[in-house]
């Protein structure tokens, strides 16, 4: 019994490392650290008084921000089924485009110097979000490929 309890920790261990050793999983981490840790860095704006206005400030900025770090988190540990791996990548361009999309709207509404003084750099964390999940998905795409063309071979 104790044998069979090995194997099978063995075998989750070798998947682990198949799953480390992706460049996919790593995009995806560098995209769920953008997303969940870099928002507490960098503002979005600041306001005319000089106070920096963050991501968590605004409880549907910092929802989107955290839905699209954990998105990402779970779409690393989908790396047995490519297919949905990659639709989990486009849902998540797709929440990042909505946030920059409230970002833009943001700072083209507010004229000037009414609430918003200066953008912050928070404000591009969604391209750069975007950029990564744009690498993972080409990557598992490449993946599926690559295990598309072994399988005609067979």
């Not at 981490?29 to 840790?37: D, F, K, P």
């Not at 900025?61 to 998105?71: E, H």
Request: charged fraction near 15%; glycine fraction near 6%.
């Amino acid at each position: 019994m104790t044998y069979v309890f090995l194997k099978e920790t063995t075998i989750f261990v070798a998947d682990f490392n198949d799953m480390i050793q992706r460049i996919q999983t790593v995009y995806l981490l560098l995209a769920a650290a953008v997303s969940g840790g870099l928002i507490f860095v960098f503002n979005l704006w600041t306001t005319v008084e000089e106070v920096k206005f963050f991501a968590i400030d605004n409880n549907i900025y910092f929802g989107m921000f955290i839905g699209s770090a954990v998105l990402s988190f779970i779409t690393i540990f989908m790396y047995s089924n490519r297919k949905s791996q990659f639709v989990m990548g486009r849902l998540n361009i797709l929440l990042n485009l909505i946030l920059l999309g409230f970002f833009v709207y943001q700072s083209l509404n507010l004229s000037g110097e009414a609430l918003v003084s200066e953008k912050g750099i928070g404000m591009l964390l969604p391209i750069l979000s975007i950029v990564l999940l744009v690498l993972a998905n080409k990557a598992i795409k490449k993946d599926e490929d690559l295990v598309k063309s072994v399988d005609r071979l067979r």
